[in-house]
């Protein structure tokens, strides 16, 4: 069997949490990953679930999202745009009374 080199990059700190990780587990980093690689390639699937965690400073709350969302939707003619338009603001201020 031939051999082929894989490179990648990682910042140093996330390095030495690994290599310790594998040194840990009796393994070498080298090792560690030969068994990943090997049983990504074999079964065509990540050994382990992947979970996205988002970032709860971009999180959107739900009124905003919905009125994001309808938004789109008036954009791209799904709905109606059934919000008032206001030509005249005097004539709006008037209207109400104000």
Same mark, same amino acid.
């Given at each position: ?5 894989m490179?990648?990059k990682?910042d140093?700190?996330?390095k030495n949490l690994?290599?310790?990780a594998?040194e ?12 990943f690689v090997?049983r ?5 699937? #990540?050994?382990?679930s992947?979970?996205v965690?988002p970032? @709860?400073?971009?999180?959107? +709350? =739900?009124?905003?999202q919905?009125?994001?969302i309808?938004?789109?939707?008036? #954009?791209?003619?799904l709905?109606p745009?059934d919000?008032? @338009?206001?030509?005249?603001? +005097? =004539?709006?201020?008037k209207?109400?009374g104000v």
């Amino acid at each position: 069997m031939s051999t082929a080199s894989m490179n990648f990059k990682v910042d140093s700190n996330t390095k030495n949490l690994f290599n310790q990780a594998a040194e840990n587990m009796g393994l070498t980093s080298s090792a560690l990953l030969n068994i990943f690689v090997t049983r990504v390639a074999r079964e065509q699937a #990540v050994p382990f679930s992947l979970k996205v965690v988002p970032d @709860k400073s971009k999180v959107i +709350d =739900e009124e905003s999202q919905k009125a994001m969302i309808k938004e789109l939707a008036i #954009v791209n003619g799904l709905i109606p745009d059934d919000d008032n @338009k206001v030509d005249d603001l +005097d =004539e709006y201020f008037k209207n109400l009374g104000v």
